[in-house]
């Protein structure tokens, strides 16, 4: 069965510091890939997405950008971040659009 | 582009009583799905109910059942004979377009309390 980890679940980072959160897909090959954010009490709103290793789309400018090394790895980064990146964030992999995408477990980050 | 609408912030229900979760969406796409999911405060993100703009019938799943109305562009979510354990937060979202990716436009959601 596929299985979605993603790490860490919580990070407390201060303004201006690099960021690197992690998100592995087992039990698939070829999976599309998202990252998501959600504000407090608020919806997702969808970061980047990618369909194949190397190919990353942005959904909306801001300061974070992502990376897919390997088939079932995708990399959400910052060199810089802000106190507005803070937010809980999720990756998911997903096949086909008539199919739900499945969730990992999320990453709540604090901006000091 | 798609939006998604869900106009109740906040809903209570009598733990054994049915309560509706309402959904409107928005796009000039004609092949579309929508799908529901639960967020328990814990986080996680659980996948409820599809549907598929061409399908006839109904989805169902359990308790849950999706009120698909196509010309008023609306996906209620109907839970039926509440469980403590629904207590969450409910979010609507939809996919649309052959090119699309899968990608999911969600509501801002509601989140629905349940009592004992």
């Known amino acids: 069965s596929q299985t979605i980890h993603q790490w860490p679940a919580t990070l407390v980072q201060p303004v201006g510091s690099p960021l690197s959160l992690e998100c592995t897909v087992e039990?698939?090959?070829?999976?599309?890939l998202y990252w998501y954010r959600q504000a407090a009490g608020r919806g997702l709103q969808l970061l980047f997405y990618s369909v194949g290793i190397g190919q990353i789309s942005s959904e909306v400018p801001q300061n974070l950008s992502a990376s897919r090394p390997q088939d079932r790895q995708f990399i959400l980064s910052s060199k810089k971040l802000l106190l507005s990146d803070s937010g809980f964030y999720l990756c998911?992999?997903?096949?086909?659009?008539?199919?739900?995408?499945?969730f990992g477990d999320g990453t709540r980050l604090s901006i000091l | 582009a798609q939006k998604i609408t869900q106009t109740q912030p906040g809903m209570f229900v009598q733990e054994k009583e049915a309560v509706t979760l309402d959904c409107t969406y928005d796009?000039?796409?004609?092949?579309?799905?929508l799908f529901w999911y639960k967020q328990p405060s814990s986080g996680e993100m659980i996948f409820l109910i599809y549907?598929?703009?061409?399908?006839?019938q109904n989805a169902t799943e359990g308790r849950y059942s999706l009120n698909f109305q196509k010309a008023r562009k609306s996906a209620n979510l109907v839970i039926s004979a509440s469980q403590l354990g629904d207590s969450a937060m409910y979010f609507c979202?939809?996919?649309?377009?052959?090119?699309?990716?899968?990608?999911?436009?969600f509501g801002q959601g509601t989140i629905l309390t349940v009592h004992p």
């Open positions: 549907q598929g703009s061409y399908d006839q």
């Open positions: 039990g698939t090959s070829n999976p599309n």
């Open positions: 979202a939809m996919t649309a377009g052959g090119t699309s990716y899968g990608k999911l436009t």
């Open positions: 998911a992999w997903g096949e086909y659009s008539n199919q739900p995408q499945h």
């Open positions: 796009t000039s796409d004609p092949s579309y799905g």
